[in-house]
């Protein structure tokens, strides 16, 4: 599976959310129901949910409307009834704007970001994990566009007389690392300057760019080191420098940092479903495109044949966009089986989406 092909028809119109306030709140205690017990919801315990103040008989004459309609469906006869996609639907619709964490897991969040440090690619793994500790699926969190970042800063640091690691800082919060190697010893002052000199001339642009800038002009730079084998020397770790960069550059992607993905067995009852998400989530491209795919149709829940995946028939995603600076960094997301607990997988997704979008601007 290379790509994903989105649902040619909106699965949910208007006509088909429509439901009385009665119905409606029927189908929503089936739908909670089924997410707790994974077992199919009869009449008998529809009517003694909370807010369903009518008779069993009522109630069953409910859910076989509902089952005419859609939301609903008997998987054998004599059974009670789960939902379907549609049904699920009406259920996320229901909660948008109300899915709310409980308090050990606001603190958890908390916690995690106060203490959270070291380089974007190890928070983002993190994260990942943070979130499917939370929620009990897989969670998917994708790293910043490389194409789009800048240079922020640039220091070249001594290691050895003939080895310097850069450090390129990039406005997303990644911190590029590349060690150079010379054939000769280098002094700790053209260093400084070599450093100095691509901080400048760096600033600003994208890693593509700053391997083609001109950082600095050989004959004619008042800043040059005096003599000419410092000059040489100064060349020599520019050029280096500006290589190691356009090679990052040629080999940026999208970044995917999965976790969570042992909790799958646990998440699915088909052993066969298990397998097939697991496919999924190893295809780094088709993990970036299932998310963006997401968020570009205005969802931040897909479900199901929502999601424009056959064999995700059986899975649900939630996501969310986080930000850098107010401005779009990257997506974050779990995935998990249809009945998964919503609210709690969109609060969760929200919550910590929006702490992440904090930490990274904080910086």
């Not at 998310?291 to 570009?296: A, M």
């Amino acid at each position: 599976m290379s790509d994903v092909t989105p649902p040619t028809d909106d699965p949910i119109g208007p006509e088909q959310r429509a439901l009385d306030a009665r119905k409606a709140t029927i189908l929503r205690a089936v739908v909670s129901e089924y997410i707790e017990t994974a077992q199919p919801v009869g009449s008998g315990h529809v009517a003694r949910a909370p807010g369903v103040n009518v008779s069993s008989a009522t109630v069953r004459n409910d859910m076989v409307s509902l089952e005419h309609e859609g939301f609903l469906q008997q998987p054998h006869t004599s059974a009670g009834r789960v939902p379907t996609d549609k049904g699920y639907r009406f259920f996320v619709d229901s909660l948008e704007g109300s899915a709310a964490l409980d308090a050990g897991d606001s603190k958890q969040i908390r916690t995690f970001f106060a203490e959270a440090h070291g380089e974007l690619e190890q928070m983002l793994a993190d994260t990942s994990r943070l979130l499917s500790s939370l929620t009990q699926y897989a969670a998917v969190v994708v790293g910043p566009p490389p194409e789009a970042a800048t240079v922020r800063s640039v220091q070249v640091v001594g290691l050895t007389s003939r080895v310097a690691l850069l450090v390129v800082v990039l406005s997303n919060g990644v911190i590029d690392k590349h060690t150079l190697e010379f054939d000769r010893d280098i002094d700790d002052v053209v260093l400084a300057a070599a450093g100095a000199r691509l901080a400048v001339g760096l600033a600003g642009l994208t890693l593509t760019a700053s391997a083609d800038a001109v950082v600095w002009n050989e004959p004619t730079d008042p800043a040059r080191p005096v003599g000419p084998e410092a000059v040489d020397d100064l060349t020599t770790i520019v050029r280096a420098a500006q290589a190691a960069l356009g090679g990052a550059a040629s080999r940026s992607s999208d970044q995917v940092y999965i976790g969570g993905t042992s909790r799958m067995a646990s998440a699915f009852d088909a052993v066969a479903t298990v397998s097939e998400v697991l496919q999924i989530l190893e295809q780094q491209y088709v993990v970036v495109t299932l998310l963006h795919d997401v968020l570009d149709r205005g969802l931040h829940v897909a479900i199901g044949t929502e999601t424009g995946m056959e064999p995700l028939a059986d899975c649900s995603v939630v996501v969310s966009t986080y930000e850098v600076e107010g401005e779009p960094a990257g997506s974050i997301g779990v995935l998990g089986p249809t009945r998964m607990n919503y609210n709690q997988a969109m609060a969760a997704v929200a919550v910590v989406s929006q702490r992440l979008s904090n930490r990274l601007t904080e910086g």
